[in-house]
């Protein structure tokens, strides 16, 4: 499934988890929202329990989810961990 998103704000969210969170294997964790990358950098997966958003090179994307409300939740996640403030 796929719908309009923010791509420039969900690769921030991205950055974030990265930086923020806590490494798990070769996935980072942080507020619900796991993120994973491939070793050139070109693919960006967000996942939670029940949503993925896979972006891949030129902002091309996949959102796979369930139902509306699941999207939802999912991108409000994103959203409230990209209005954290970086501590530098």
Do not use: C, P, W
Not at 51 to 57: A, G
Not at 59 to 87: P, Q, R, V, W
């Amino acid at each position: 499934m796929s719908s309009e998103i923010d791509i420039r704000m969900a690769l921030r969210a991205y950055q974030k988890v990265v930086e923020l969170g806590e490494k798990r294997g070769n996935k980072h964790y942080y507020k619900g929202i796991n993120a994973y990358s491939d070793l050139d950098g070109y693919n960006v997966e967000l996942t939670d329990d029940k949503v993925t958003l896979s972006i891949n090179f030129h902002s091309k994307y996949n959102l796979d989810y369930k139902s509306a409300h699941d999207k939802d939740e999912f991108m409000e996640k994103l959203k409230k961990i990209d209005n954290i403030k970086n501590k530098k």
